[in-house]
């Protein structure tokens, strides 16, 4: 029977050392990410965070364009062409003499000089727009960090939550030698050798399950930056909860107006304003104004020929197009009702996440104080427990469970610490600034 209990112990020593010291191994060779780095490389990856730099570039060249619709409009032309000296005249049927080269040039240009003020809209909805499209990205940005941030605390819990897991093997190989040395004197039974013995073997298999979600977090975090390969996270230098610059008031008032959400929403607010404001521009004249210079010559010089400039200023105002211009004034104002509506949604709803973050940002700072409560007690309880074990008082039974109670209090302490660092993320990314 002691040769039995000494060989289960060795072989539970061994695949406990083997556990430490394969994972260890499964690691080396990958070099640490920071958070900063990890969220650098998110944002330069990303396709969403691409396609907002378009919009934003989008909206930048539709600016130009509004700007330069106050510009006249330029052209230039030339032509020549050769014929014969003699043509037949097809009226008459007799050979006439002329010039057989003919070269012309011209430069023409065009301006609107009044056209209901809809360019003056037209730059207002395109300050508008760019301001939203910035406001996007600016959203998106903060989207993507908080992704980020995700992967990179999952991938740093789960390495937390298999410590805690080796540890509870550590624990478990105790407990059997506890019972080994109890069954050399006569006071441990069978029964106690074989709970110890499956505690082993459970929290050996809780690590090889924490091997795995660890193995999966690291390459979801490679994936989030762009590599191909499981990436190991740099623990930040801290995970204590620290206090907040804002008051509760201000992060609400901060949400309601500076959250890019909000500030997109307003934005395409005042983009379908000036729309309504344009569709309106139809029904005022528009006033135009062209001039131009030619020049006709028959010989390939640019001395002698003909000459001549035109100057002429033109109104049009269409006294009825089939209700085109009410039928875009009612679409323009029902689009003008509906961003309204949206933006005071948007409004609501920054403001209701907030708040959610903000809650459980607090409720996450009490978990860690709980939590920390809970893991002393525990650690006490099972030092106590395993005493009276010893001394026979207890049985094995109890101290497994002060075991387990133990772990699951560790694994408390991990929880809750993530948990808080992702709140204040999400109640960042809410607000549009870091806190």
Same mark, same amino acid.
Do not use: H
């Given at each position: 029977?002691?040769?039995?209990?000494?060989? *289960?112990?060795?072989?539970?020593?061994?695949?406990?050392?083997?556990?430490?010291?394969?994972?260890?191994?499964?690691?080396?060779?990958?070099?640490?990410?920071?958070?900063?780095?990890?969220?650098?490389?998110?944002?330069? #990856?990303?396709?969403?965070?691409?396609?907002?730099?378009?919009?934003?570039?989008?909206?930048?060249?539709?600016?130009?364009?509004?700007?330069?619709?106050?510009?006249?409009?330029?052209?230039?032309?030339?032509?020549?062409?050769?014929?014969?000296?003699?043509?037949?005249?097809?009226?008459?049927?007799?050979?006439?003499?002329?010039?057989?080269?003919?070269?012309?040039?011209?430069?023409?240009?065009?301006?609107?000089?009044?056209?209901?003020?809809?360019? !003056?809209?037209?730059?207002?909805?395109?300050?508008?727009?760019?301001?939203?499209?910035?406001?996007?990205?600016?959203?998106?940005?903060?989207?993507?960090?908080?992704?980020?941030?995700?992967?990179?605390?999952?991938?740093? #819990?789960?390495?937390?939550?298999?410590?805690?897991?080796?540890?509870?093997?550590?624990?478990?190989?105790?407990?059997?030698?506890?019972?080994?040395?109890?069954?050399?004197?006569?006071?441990?039974?069978?029964?106690?050798?074989?709970?110890?013995?499956?505690?082993?073997?459970?929290?050996?298999?809780?690590?090889?399950?924490?091997?795995? *979600?660890?193995?999966?977090?690291?390459?979801?975090?490679?994936?989030? &930056?762009?590599?191909?390969?499981?990436?190991?996270?740099?623990?930040?230098?801290?995970?204590?909860?620290?206090?907040?610059?804002?008051?509760?008031?201000?992060?609400?008032?901060?949400?309601?107006?500076?959250?890019?959400?909000?500030?997109?929403?307003?934005?395409?607010?005042?983009?379908?304003?000036?729309? *309504?404001?344009?569709?309106?521009?139809?029904?005022?004249?528009?006033?135009?104004?062209?001039?131009?210079?030619?020049?006709?010559?028959?010989?390939?010089?640019?001395?002698?020929?003909?000459?001549?400039?035109?100057?002429?200023?033109?109104?049009?105002?269409?006294? !009825?197009?089939?209700?085109?211009?009410?039928?875009?004034?009612?679409?323009?104002?029902?689009?003008?009702?509906?961003?309204?509506?949206?933006?005071?949604?948007?409004?609501?709803?920054?403001?209701?996440?907030?708040?959610?973050?903000?809650?459980?940002?607090?409720?996450?700072?009490?978990?860690?104080?709980?939590?920390?409560?809970?893991?002393?007690?525990?650690?006490?309880?099972?030092? *106590? /427990?395993?005493? #009276?074990?010893?001394?026979?008082?207890?049985? &094995?039974?109890?101290?497994?469970?002060?075991?387990?109670?133990?772990?699951?209090?560790?694994?408390?302490? /991990?929880?809750?610490?993530?948990?808080?660092?992702?709140?204040?993320?999400?109640?960042?990314? &809410?607000?549009?600034?870091?806190?």
């Amino acid at each position: 029977m002691k040769d039995m209990y000494r060989a *289960v112990a060795r072989v539970a020593a061994c695949l406990a050392a083997a556990l430490v010291i394969l994972w260890p191994v499964s690691i080396r060779g990958q070099q640490a990410v920071s958070l900063e780095e990890a969220i650098e490389l998110a944002l330069v #990856r990303s396709p969403q965070m691409l396609q907002q730099d378009q919009a934003v570039d989008n909206a930048a060249l539709a600016r130009r364009s509004a700007w330069a619709a106050f510009l006249p409009s330029l052209s230039a032309s030339t032509g020549g062409s050769l014929r014969s000296a003699n043509i037949l005249d097809p009226n008459t049927g007799q050979i006439i003499s002329g010039s057989s080269d003919s070269y012309s040039a011209g430069v023409s240009s065009r301006m609107t000089i009044f056209q209901g003020g809809s360019r !003056f809209v037209e730059m207002n909805r395109t300050d508008a727009d760019m301001q939203a499209a910035r406001a996007r990205r600016e959203n998106q940005r903060f989207s993507v960090t908080l992704q980020t941030k995700n992967f990179f605390f999952a991938a740093l #819990r789960q390495a937390d939550l298999l410590e805690v897991a080796q540890q509870r093997v550590e624990q478990a190989q105790q407990n059997l030698e506890i019972v080994r040395a109890r069954s050399q004197v006569g006071r441990a039974t069978i029964s106690d050798s074989l709970r110890a013995r499956l505690d082993l073997i459970n929290a050996e298999q809780v690590v090889l399950q924490g091997e795995t *979600v660890l193995r999966a977090a690291q390459f979801s975090l490679g994936r989030q &930056i762009g590599e191909s390969v499981a990436v190991l996270p740099a623990p930040p230098s801290t995970l204590e909860p620290t206090i907040l610059p804002l008051t509760e008031v201000e992060i609400m008032r901060l949400a309601e107006s500076g959250s890019p959400t909000v500030i997109a929403a307003n934005q395409a607010a005042n983009v379908a304003s000036a729309n *309504v404001t344009s569709a309106k521009a139809g029904y005022l004249p528009t006033i135009s104004m062209s001039t131009g210079y030619s020049w006709n010559n028959q010989e390939r010089s640019f001395t002698g020929g003909r000459t001549s400039w035109n100057l002429g200023f033109s109104m049009s105002y269409p006294l !009825f197009n089939n209700f085109q211009r009410e039928s875009s004034v009612d679409r323009a104002q029902f689009s003008y009702r509906v961003a309204r509506l949206q933006e005071d949604d948007a409004r609501l709803a920054a403001r209701q996440q907030a708040d959610d973050a903000l809650y459980s940002l607090r409720t996450a700072e009490r978990a860690i104080e709980i939590a920390g409560e809970a893991a002393r007690v525990a650690a006490e309880d099972l030092r *106590v /427990v395993r005493e #009276r074990y010893a001394v026979g008082v207890a049985t &094995i039974l109890d101290v497994l469970i002060s075991q387990s109670a133990a772990s699951q209090a560790d694994a408390g302490v /991990v929880t809750s610490r993530y948990d808080y660092v992702i709140a204040r993320a999400e109640l960042e990314a &809410i607000l549009g600034r870091e806190l």
